[in-house]
T-cell receptor
Framework: KTQVEQSPQSLVVRQGENCVLQCNYSVTPDNHLRWFKQDTGKGLVSLTVLVHENDKTSNGRYSATLDKDAKHSTLHITATLLDDTATYICVVGDRGSALGRLHFGAGTQLIVIP | EAAVTQSPRNKVTVTGGNVTLSCRQTNSHNYMYWYRQDTGHGLRLIHYSYGAGNLQIGDVPDGYKATRTTQEDFFLLLELASPSQTSLYFC????????????FGPGTRLTVL
């Protein structure tokens, strides 16, 4: 049973536009949520981690929110660049240590066109 | 310098073939993991280990063996490869007290014909 659902599955935007990616989950407990960027055929690179109820983080043009009550997170990308073309993966950790498990979403494929 | 490396990066074999995927981490982490990534699915955990000589079963272990020879090295073995094992394989490492963050290698693309 999929415990982390991401939407949309894919998204095409024009360079310079903003976009929002969604992550809904049912993982319990939900210790933390991390967003990764994965370039095609490459490894996962961490963008940001959210830990607390109503957390908000910012990392350059990437910003994210977490609503633990709703079990929902968003990733905002502002002023997209061609290099933002990638798959963005939402991951929920059920503990704050290596004893926990990570639950992965299937990803949102973002394509940025000129 | 990449802290988690995998080899080979690409591998093609035939059904019934014997394949070993290698992973090395220089993070001095105790935990290492093997995942597979398939279209439409999130990464799925195959096996993991919390130290040399230790092996734990993940969520999709069938058809896979693994061995952790040292703190740095973790191997994934497919002794009778099948087309269903065609996938992108990732290795990761984490520290026991690292807040649950895992560091991923670049991946190995395996094709079983």
């Amino acid at each position: 049973k999929t415990q982390v659902e991401q939407s949309p599955q894919s998204l095409v935007v024009r360079q310079g536009e903003n976009c929002v990616l969604q992550c809904n989950y049912s993982v319990t407990p939900d210790n933390h949520l991390r967003w990764f960027k994965q370039d095609t055929g490459k490894g996962l690179v961490s963008l940001t981690v959210l830990v607390h109820e109503n957390d908000k983080t910012s990392n350059g043009r990437y910003s994210a929110t977490l609503d633990k009550d709703a079990k929902h997170s968003t990733l905002h990308i502002t002023a997209t660049l061609l290099d933002d073309t990638a798959t963005y993966i939402c991951v929920v950790g059920d503990r704050g240590s290596a004893l926990g498990r990570l639950h992965f979403g299937a990803g949102t494929q973002l394509i940025v066109i000129p | 310098e990449a802290a988690v490396t995998q080899s080979p990066r690409n591998k093609v074999t035939v059904t019934g073939g014997n394949v070993t995927l290698s992973c090395r981490q220089t993070n001095s982490h105790n935990y290492m993991y093997w995942y597979r990534q398939d279209t439409g699915h999130g990464l799925r955990l195959i096996h993991y280990s919390y130290g040399a000589g230790n092996l734990q079963i993940g969520d999709v272990p069938d058809g896979y063996k693994a061995t952790r020879t040292t703190q740095e090295d973790f191997f994934l073995l497919l002794e009778l490869a099948s087309p269903s094992q065609t996938s992108l394989y990732f290795c990761a490492s984490s520290d026991a007290l690292g807040g649950g963050e895992q560091y991923f290698g670049p991946g190995t693309r395996l094709t079983v014909l």
